[in-house]
């Protein structure tokens, strides 16, 4: 069964100060692997999607990267509109759902 | 362009009373799925519909079901509600699914609160 571990399960960071967050996941055989942002009381946005190892994207502050294991969502001089929860997920095996890991609250002050 | 659109966006019920959830999908996007999630947790998959046809379905009990209608707008319906129903229910619409793989990105909308008494 697919399996998704984000770590940390939250993160304080000053502003400007850049740290990653970290997806771990167990699948046989990976159909990509999705990162979302998520704000309160809202429905998640897509950011990214990787498929294969080594494979890298980025948008704005944020950058992604994709080992056999896990996946690493970099941020860069992170801003206080930044803050948010970030998701990761990946496609089950069937194609059809998305399996979530329990997310990454970030919060980033001035 | 207009997004994802649910309705209602928040809704109180209480326990053993049924609920439906309705869903717009983007306009092109044939595909339909809704996840429930759940305060603190990742969202969970309910189902996908694709063509009005069930394509997927999630460890969910029967007392949760879902149709799609020929102009791909969705409905959840949630019988008999427990306590532990109580999430956010989102619907999220996608482009057809272009087999296992296919690069079909999910648009999230801002989901319906239910909340169970």
């Known amino acids: 069964e697919d399996q998704v571990t984000q770590s940390p399960e939250a993160l304080r960071l000053q502003e400007g100060e850049s740290s990653s967050l970290n997806c771990s996941y167990t699948?046989?055989?990976?159909?990509?692997l999705f990162w979302y942002r998520q704000d309160p009381g809202k429905g998640p946005e897509f950011l990214f999607t990787?498929?294969?190892a080594g494979e890298e994207k980025e948008k704005e502050r944020l950058k992604a990267t994709l080992t056999k294991k896990e996946s690493f969502l970099h941020i860069t001089a992170p801003k206080p509109e930044d803050s948010a929860t970030y998701l990761c997920?990946?496609?089950?095996?069937?194609?059809?759902?998305?399996?979530f890991g329990k997310g990454t609250s970030l919060l980033v002050t001035p | 362009d207009a997004g994802v659109t649910q309705s209602p966006t928040h809704l109180i019920k209480t326990r053993g009373q049924q609920v439906t959830l309705r869903c717009s999908p983007i306009?092109?996007?044939?595909?339909v799925s809704w996840y429930q999630q759940v305060l603190g947790q990742g969202p969970q998959f309910i189902f996908q519909?694709?063509?009005?046809?069930?394509?997927g379905r999630g460890n969910f009990p029967d007392r949760f079901s879902a149709r799609q209608f020929p102009n791909y707008s969705s409905e959840l319906n949630v019988n008999a509600l427990l306590l532990g129903d109580s999430a956010l229910y989102l619907c999220?619409?996608?482009?057809?699914?272009?087999?296992?793989?296919?690069?079909?990105?999910?648009?999230f909308g801002a989901g319906s609160r239910l909340t169970v008494l």
């Open positions: 990787l498929y294969s």
């Open positions: 699948v046989s055989g990976l159909r990509g």
């Open positions: 997920a990946v496609r089950s095996q069937t194609g059809y759902a998305l399996n």
């Open positions: 519909y694709y063509e009005k046809e069930e394509r």
């Open positions: 306009s092109g996007h044939k595909s």
């Open positions: 999220a619409s996608s482009l057809p699914t272009s087999g296992l793989g296919g690069a079909n990105v999910l648009t």
